[in-house]
T-cell receptor, first 112, second 110 residues
C-alpha cells in the first residue's frame, strides 16, 4: 500500500517562478489536505477538499491555489513563489468515517 | 479560533528517564489524537482518545484525555533513543476538522 504519495521530495525555486506539488492517495478517502510546516509553528492548513469537486481555504491560503483533479489526486500550485513560502509541505487524506490523517513524506521547498 | 497549546516545546532528557508532555485548549474536542513525526517523514498516528477521562497505553506510552475533553497528556516511561521525534496533538472539532498543536520536540540521549 502506497498510502499518500507526494512529488517532488525536494525543490528549489527562484522568486517569481511557479510550480505544482502533486499528491495522490490510494485509500479511497474523501478528504484531502495541504499543510505547511515551519519550525515552532506546527502544521498550518493551506487548503482542503472535503470531497471530489470541492475545495476550501484553510488558515494560510494566500499565494496558493489547489485542484482536486479526481478522488485520488489533489495538487497545490504556487503561481509566483516568494521566499516566505520556503517550508515543508505535507499532503494528507482522511476517510469518511475515520478520524486518522494519513500523510505523505513531504516536499521541502526552498525559494531563493 | 480554536487553539491547542503544547508544552514543553522542546525536551531533551537521558535514556531511562520519565517524561510528560501536555496538550491544552479552552475548547472542547470530540476526540484527540497524538502523532509522532520523525525527520524527513510525515506524522504518523499513535493513538486516538475519545471519552473524557480515557486512558490508553501503548507499551511505555500512556495517553490521557481530560475529563472535560479540553486537554490531554502523553507520559513516556523509561524513555529510549527510539522515542526521539516530534510529538503532535490534534483535536477534532465539531466540523470534523483537525486542529493541530505546534508540537513537542523530544530528544532522548543514550
Amino acid at each position: 500500500n502506497a498510502g499518500v504519495t507526494q512529488t517532488p521530495k525536494f525543490q528549489v525555486l527562484k522568486t517569481g517562478q511557479s510550480m505544482t506539488l502533486q499528491c495522490a492517495q490510494d485509500m479511497n478517502h474523501n478528504s484531502m489536505y495541504w499543510y505547511r510546516q515551519d519550525p515552532g509553528m506546527g502544521l498550518r492548513l493551506i487548503y482542503y477538499s472535503a470531497s471530489e469537486g470541492t475545495t476550501d481555504k484553510g488558515e494560510v491560503p494566500n499565494g496558493y491555489n489547489v485542484s482536486r483533479l479526481n478522488k485520488r489526486e489533489f495538487s497545490l500550485r504556487l503561481e509566483s513563489a516568494a521566499p516566505s513560502q520556503t517550508s515543508v509541505y505535507f499532503c494528507a487524506s482522511r476517510g469518511a468515517s475515520g478520524t486518522e490523517a494519513f500523510f505523505g513524506q513531504g516536499t521541502r521547498l526552498t525559494v531563493v | 479560533t480554536q487553539l491547542l497549546e503544547q508544552s514543553p516545546q522542546f525536551l531533551s532528557i537521558q535514556e531511562g528517564e520519565n517524561l510528560t508532555v501536555y496538550c491544552n485548549s479552552s475548547s472542547v474536542f470530540s476526540s484527540l489524537q497524538w502523532y509522532r513525526q520523525e525527520p524527513g517523514e510525515g506524522p504518523v498516528l499513535l493513538v486516538t482518545v475519545v471519552t473524557g477521562g480515557e486512558v490508553k497505553k501503548l507499551k511505555r506510552l500512556t495517553f490521557q484525555f481530560g475529563d472535560a475533553r479540553k486537554d490531554s497528556s502523553l507520559h513516556i516511561t523509561a524513555a529510549q533513543p527510539g522515542d526521539t521525534g516530534l510529538y503532535l496533538c490534534a483535536g477534532r472539532d465539531s466540523n470534523y476538522q483537525l486542529i493541530w498543536g505546534a508540537g513537542t520536540k523530544l530528544i532522548i540521549k543514550p
